[in-house]
């Protein structure tokens, strides 16, 4: 007999929305994560000639979907030097903003905009780009720690 309870459509172990990384060198990345933002590994789903195909890490309580790019698929990773002016930016809470900047400068990251006190917000905010020696998603990350 057919089993009577239908899946969830929204896992419980998923936000609505979650971001996935299209990047080249996606083994790099996520040990790159898991440095800089303490992510661990959910799942990897290994690739040919040792990309990831698929790849989930929990930062937190959100998940972030990492894949190695795949031309034949349709997707396809930030150039070399990252995009100019890109269109968005994900924004990460950590506890310690200027330790989460300096582990990601000291792993190749190119820092954009050093940490600074916002007037106009309660939170600590830098803005910075990871990119150079094996550059695994060349996006613009924000890091913030609330500070009231």
Request: glycine letters at 8%; aromatic letters at 8%.
């Amino acid at each position: 007999m057919a089993p009577t309870t239908k899946p969830k459509p929204i896992p419980d172990s998923y936000r609505r929305v979650t971001p996935c990384l299209i990047v080249q060198g996606g083994v790099k990345a996520l040990a790159f994560y898991a440095a800089v933002f303490g992510a661990t590994e959910r799942m990897r789903f290994p690739g040919p000639g040792d990309t990831v195909a698929h790849a989930e890490v929990q930062i937190g309580d959100s998940v972030v979907i990492i894949e190695d790019e795949v031309p034949e698929r349709g997707t396809k990773a930030p150039p070399p030097g990252g995009v100019a002016g890109s269109p968005f930016s994900l924004f990460i809470y950590v506890e310690d903003v200027d330790a989460a900047v300096a582990r990601a400068v000291e792993l190749g990251a190119t820092l954009q905009r050093p940490p600074r006190t916002s007037s106009t917000a309660t939170a600590t905010v830098t803005s910075w780009t990871r990119s150079g020696m094996d550059g695994p998603s060349r996006r613009t990350w924000r890091t913030w720690r609330r500070r009231s």
